[in-house]
């Protein structure tokens, strides 16, 4: 890609932002904003976004690999409505906003993986990664890192055999600045739901669920649990029957 890959004036008018700070180049946005936060703990509404992640970071400190073409940026978002297993959820809340966001530019429906990765064809297009500060505990830092016009076909194998990307689907660029536009005014109208407490969280986030109805290998810290997934429940927790047994689980991983 050449030449500047956003156009920051449209971004600000489609968006209710408050400030966007831009990198051609950064290490992390997530590590960028949680500096920021630190620094002014008053932030809200603001995007942090670059052109080139050097040294993005997933869930459990796993490297995000992106090359140029993809879509990396952290949004500032303050929520002093919220609590517990409201603020909680907002993870999965971004992976449905993110999924509805994506559609217009693919042929088939994103599929969600509990609890913040992005899938199409059973492979990664993109992640969330949410974090915040032991100072201000209520503005999260939302990180969302989507593979767009990145193809993975010369990524690494071990890359490439799990990810994909929208170029990588559909043959053709899309506008960045499209992509992110859509997914903000997604973001601004699923967080808005669940300020107000209508989210309906299952009903949104299961029939995109590709765990739902397998079975799982779920591994939460030293222990290994087999189940079959019934999807999440109300509070985001991923519900497993395991030996009879219903069980919801807030933390860990599911293998596949």
Known sequence: MSGMPF????????????SIEYFESTESTNTSALQRIKADSTLDNVLVLTEQQNAGRGRGNHRWHADSGALTFSLIKYFPELRGNALASLGLVTGIAVAEALEPWLPQSVQLKWPNDIFLHRKKLGGILIETTQESPQTLVIGIGINVNNSLANAPFDVASKSISITDVT???????DVLIEILQQLEN????????TADIPSLWNPRCMLNGSEVDFVQGDIRFQGHCHGVQVDGALLLEIESEIRPFYSGSAVI
């Open 7 to 18: 156009q920051l004036t449209k971004i600000r008018q489609a968006t209710s932002l408050d």
């Open 171 to 177: 043959d053709t660029d899309v506008p960045l600045t």
């Open 190 to 197: 699923f967080y808005g739901q669940v300020i107000a407490n």
